[in-house]
């Protein structure tokens, strides 16, 4: 813009010629009758090119001030462009780290509620076992006609029925407790 701008401004100082010496002589192009141009014409006409000079570089001066504001703001607009993809970039790990973590919590859930079910499902054949061994426990001590050889037998007999049964109890205790923690 400039380059063109002193090319305009050349081009016209060069339809103007001045001689200074002792005396001015003056040819001016740019009125129809050189003969009519005196020294208050050229005078004009230089001031008038200056002010008209001056004009354009007071135009260039603002546009290369815009030029430079808006280098600066595209420049800061780039920089927050470059910010903004590298928090995507960090958030994108983020999200697929978590979803990681979300497929291994979904596989503990899984195989957590696989054994809740195994160990409610032992929990009650467990207590039906332990219900059958008291009842046949109540039976062996509801009778006392017995011989003392079949005394004997019901009482291993129940000597064993009471051991399984408290293993039972506790069995079914530490189902209580898997229970408990995988509600939890």
């Keep these: 813009m400039k380059k063109a701008i002193d ?23 740019t009125i129809e009758n050189p003969e009519d141009c005196d020294i208050r014409c050229i005078g004009g006409a230089n001031k ?3 002010a008209e000079n001056n004009a354009m570089e007071n135009k ?14 595209l420049n800061e607009e780039k920089e927050k462009g470059v910010a903004l993809l590298a928090e995507e970039g960090r958030l994108k790990n983020k999200l697929r ?21 195994i160990a409610k499902s032992e929990h009650t054949s467990l207590s039906a076992e332990l219900v ?22 019901i009482a291993k007999q129940a000597e064993l029925t009471g051991r399984r049964i ?6 079914i205790d530490n189902l209580n407790i898997v ?4 509600d939890s």
């Design 7 to 29: 090319k305009t401004r050349a081009i016209k100082l060069s339809k103007m010629v001045f001689v200074t010496a002792s005396v001015f002589l003056v040819s001016c192009t």
């Design 48 to 50: 008038r090119f200056e």
């Design 60 to 73: 260039l001066d603002k546009i290369d001030e815009e030029n430079w504001a808006l280098s600066q703001t």
């Design 97 to 117: 780290a978590q979803t990681v973590e979300l497929n291994e919590l979904r596989k503990k859930i899984d195989k957590a509620l696989a054994l809740k079910k």
């Design 132 to 153: 059958a061994m008291q009842t046949i426990t109540d039976k062996y001590l509801s009778f006392s006609n017995y011989s003392p050889s079949e005394n004997k037998k």
């Design 166 to 171: 408290v293993t039972l109890n506790d069995k």
């Design 179 to 182: 229970n408990t923690s995988i």
